[in-house]
Nanobody, 116 residues
């Protein structure tokens, strides 16, 4: 079971990044592909998730700025982040699970740093 995130970087406020998470085929079929983040000194929090059927859900912090998508042919889930602010600075984690009642599988995280 592998989830490999990429795309984290240092970016200036107002900039954009696209995170990618390559998911091993055996678990890509699970219902929910999601992105979480953990800001420095804070708890891990949901950013967004997308279901097998394409239904998306966003936390308030990312609404209107972030877009989650999935490319089934590549077993990959993306997070497009626009209009980044320093408050978006965090380690971003990919997660795959069948439902919100489960912990599921986690990637190793990718660092996003937004400078002011």
């Amino acid at each position: 079971v592998r989830l490999v995130e990429s795309g984290g970087d240092l970016v200036q406020a107002g900039g954009s990044l696209r995170l990618s998470c390559a998911v091993s085929g055996s678990i890509f079929r699970l219902n929910m592909l999601g992105w979480y983040r953990q800001p420095p000194g804070k708890e891990r929090e949901l950013v967004a998730f997308i279901t097998r059927g394409g239904i998306t859900n966003y936390a308030d912090a990312g609404k209107g700025r972030f877009t989650i998508s999935r490319e089934n042919a590549k077993n990959t889930v993306y997070l497009q982040m626009n209009s980044l602010t320093p408050e978006d600075t965090a380690v971003y984690y990919c997660n795959v699970r069948e439902s919100l009642n489960e912990n599921g599988f986690w990637g190793q995280g990718t660092q996003v740093t937004v400078s002011s």
